[in-house]
């Protein structure tokens, strides 16, 4: 059910301070998902915070759900700046859609007292697809990047500091592109940051309610071979036990459930004394996929204290051949055997069809594996998402073709023929023929890039990046 914005915003606890409208500027920060998501999402957190550091500016959110902000019912056009955290491939549509419906022009050129400025992991993988869209892309990440990019803006807003000015200083950011100054992407930047970004609000209506997060680190020590988390973020990163409690205690016992972010959990040299601390705080614990093979006794001695109701992992194939060549030796028995200490509600599996050199019989191993999950923890619930391999750019499989639709068709068809009668088992395929998209927003260069500024919707969209032999 759809929430009035009145509601989502009582629904919420902030330790950012207020915004008067009086002589300030509006700034939005817009997320093209859903409130839930956007609101459990670091990255977008972490703009709308950090804009909270120039009084010059005032703040609004912005989610496609809605054609106006959340704090004023302003539409877009009313914002001289306009700043998107942009976390997923098949968002990158729904940004450009949000502008058109918010009565902003699409077109770079077009814009002369506003400024469009994007970011987020999608866009560090592939800025290209809205270079002709945005006035500036920002390509990394960091608290510390957001924050001077931010303070240009609020120093010299757009309509009354000249934009190609605005634009000049932007430029010379390490990370951020400028395409009418420079058609050459500039290198990623690295973080400089040594405090972990973490939620500073929270909301009941958010899809993960109630609950703070905090990215314990950055980057990943492994390079799967189809994940662009090294190239997005890396250098690998643990911040320290000392920053992370202090961000949880900026909360004072105001919050009680915490979500460690980051995508080797299991290798923080501290988990141990972090959920140990959060245990004496008596708050629920909550983190992202563990890797099996590296949690140590006693980071699962501390997890057993802390009751977790869920847990996550990612064995990405049950197929040996692939485990190996992915370097991902998952082991089932491992697996098992850590739920049966823990003893969660629910466990959540992902995995991954359609990568390269996989046949029918490595996807049947998914379904051979689950069963014997599901008859070891009859009194957990599994959940089972599966998802298609989409090749990203700079990774080890980047160059990659993405698996053809009926394939792909054919492979889901196998897990739901295996699995869809186990009693204990929800089972989640989460590929359609649309999401073929992701592929061309993630490799595409310049033909993806006009496909996007002349299509004026998305069945226009697929049929003109189809042109150009993408096979989605």
């Known amino acids: ?78 914002f001289p700046i306009i700043a998107a955290s942009i976390a997923y491939e098949m968002d990158f549509f729904n940004f450009v859609d949000m502008l058109r419906r918010g009565g902003v022009s699409v077109d770079a050129r077009q814009r002369e007292n506003s400024i ?81 970004p973490f939620s500073e609000i929270v909301s009941s209506f958010s899809a993960l309610p109630n609950m703070m997060l905090v990215q314990i680190q950055r980057g990943c020590p492994f390079r799967c071979p189809f994940c662009a988390t090294p190239t997005i973020y890396n250098p690998f990163y643990n911040f320290s036990f ?19 972010v980051g995508s080797a959990i299991a290798d923080h040299p501290e988990l141990g004394n972090i959920i140990d601390y959060l245990n004496s705080r008596k708050v629920e614990i909550y983190t992202s996929s563990l890797r099996l093979d590296r949690l140590k006794p006693e980071t699962i001695s501390s997890l057993r204290l802390s009751r977790q109701k869920s847990l996550t992992f990612a064995p990405e194939t049950a197929s040996e051949r692939l485990k190996s060549t992915i370097g991902k030796d998952v082991s089932l028995e491992r697996l098992i055997e850590i739920c049966e200490k823990l003893s969660p509600r629910e466990i959540k599996l992902y995995y991954i069809i359609g990568l390269p050199e996989e046949t029918d019989d490595d996807v049947a191993a998914i379904a051979k594996d689950v069963k014997k999950i599901s008859d070891a923890l009859t009194k957990t619930r599994i959940v089972v998402s599966v998802n298609a391999f989409i090749p990203k750019k700079g990774t080890k499989w980047g160059h990659r073709k993405m698996a053809p639709h009926a394939l792909l068709q054919r492979r889901a068809g196998i897990l739901r023929r295996l699995l869809g009668n186990v009693k204990n088992v929800r089972l989640n395929i989460n ?28 069945n226009e969209l697929v049929k003109n990046i189809r042109k150009n032999r993408w096979d989605i």
Request: aromatic share 10%; with cysteine.
């Open 431 to 458: 590929y359609k023929r649309r999401s073929r998209l992701q592929w061309a927003f993630s490799c595409g260069e310049d033909d993806v890039a006009n496909a996007m500024l002349k299509s004026k919707d998305l």
């Open 242 to 260: 000392d920053k992370i409690a202090e961000s949880f205690e900026r909360w004072a016992n105001r919050i009680f459930r915490v979500g460690l």
């Open 116 to 196: 469009v400025i994007v970011g987020g992991a999608a866009v560090t993988i592939n800025p290209v697809p809205l270079s002709l869209i945005a006035d500036a892309i920002f390509i990394g990440q960091g608290k510390n990047s957001i924050r001077r990019i931010m303070q240009v803006v609020a120093e010299n807003p757009p309509g009354i500091s000249s934009k190609v000015e605005i634009l000049n200083i932007l430029s010379k950011f390490d990370g951020v592109w400028v395409p009418a100054i420079d058609k050459n992407i500039p290198a990623r930047a690295i973080p400089d940051d040594e405090t972990p």
């Open 1 to 78: 059910m759809r929430k009035s914005p009145e509601n989502l915003l009582l629904s919420e606890i902030s330790l950012l301070p207020s915004r008067g409208k009086k002589w300030s500027v509006r700034a939005a920060a817009v997320f093209p998902n859903s409130y839930p998501v956007g609101m459990s999402n670091i990255g977008f957190l972490t703009l709308f915070a950090r804009m909270h550091d120039f009084h010059q500016l005032y703040p609004q959110r912005f989610f496609k759900n809605f054609d106006v902000s959340l704090e004023e019912r302003m539409p877009l056009s009313a």
